[in-house]
């Protein structure tokens, strides 16, 4: 009976994740959206993923290899650029409010295909649909 409940909390536990974690990839891409358009990264910009690190275990163990590859690609790409971002305000630039990212558009747009590709990955785990095209949509 235990394994039967230990199941349903697991699947239950995936599920919110991957609706959480969708949550803060569509927040991710309308920023993405907003830098590709703007070509500035601004002060006040983050990528939290904190979703991710809540629910990691439960999706890694509910997604498929190839849905686990996309999300997770798609996570540490923004994080990382989200850190190193915000050490670049903290080191260089600390009175700055923006930096100008227009050579860094291909790249910024390269993450908005990831995130939305690992947001597709979570639809099925979700229960929800996919977008056809970019986030936001």
Known sequence: MDFVLDRLREGRRGR???RMVRVDLSMAASRLKNMEERKRWWTTTALPMNSWKLYEDALTARLDP??????????????????????TFRRVTPT????DVSREVKEIHGLRKDATAAYNALANLAGDRTVAGLLPD
């Open 16 to 18: 919110v994740g991957a």
């Open 96 to 99: 700055m409010e923006y930096i």
């Open 66 to 87: 190839d849905s686990l590859r996309a999300v997770t690609h798609s996570v540490v790409g923004l994080q990382t650029l989200s850190d190193s971002m915000q050490a």
